[in-house]
């Protein structure tokens, strides 16, 4: 693959990714807008398949797309430090942390509801007792 160029179905059956979404990544500026062949084909290379690997590696972590700019931005200069991107790390994290707790207190509050389920009729049902409201005026 090194100097062979993909189209763009090709591009897309290597890293996972949707045509479609291809194009999307293309509007928005993630992925550099590829040569054109004669015919007016897209045409992409290594960098593409590079990058896109890398945007779907991303987004498949939970990283935003514009966490995803920004850290392709912070990876163009690689003398830099990067600092700024153990930030975007960072701050992930705790959001996915954040998320991993909403989750237990949600598995928490489901088997509760199941646990008190006593498979009887609809209209004693405890699970639907509990996902009705109690009082509305």
């Not at 590829?34 to 987004?59: D, K, Q, W």
């Not at 991993?100 to 007792?129: F, K, P, W, Y």
Request: hydrophobic letters at 35%; aromatic letters at 4%.
């Amino acid at each position: 693959m090194q100097n062979r160029n993909l189209t763009i179905g090709e591009l897309g059956r290597l890293t996972g990714t949707k045509v479609e979404t291809i194009r999307y990544y293309e509007r928005i500026g993630l992925l550099v807008e590829p040569g054109r062949t004669a015919g007016n084909y897209r045409t992409y290379g290594p960098e593409h398949l590079n990058r896109l690997s890398f945007v779907r590696r991303s987004r498949d972590l939970g990283f935003s797309l514009e966490q995803i700019r920004v850290l392709l931005d912070l990876s163009d200069d690689q003398d830099r430090s990067c600092e700024a991107i153990d930030a975007i790390a960072r701050q992930h994290l705790t959001e996915v942390e954040r998320k991993i707790a909403d989750l237990q207190a949600l598995r928490r509050e489901l088997n509760s509801m199941i646990d008190r389920c006593h498979r009887g009729t609809v209209a004693e049902c405890r699970i639907i007792e509990a996902l009705s409201p109690h009082d509305v005026h």
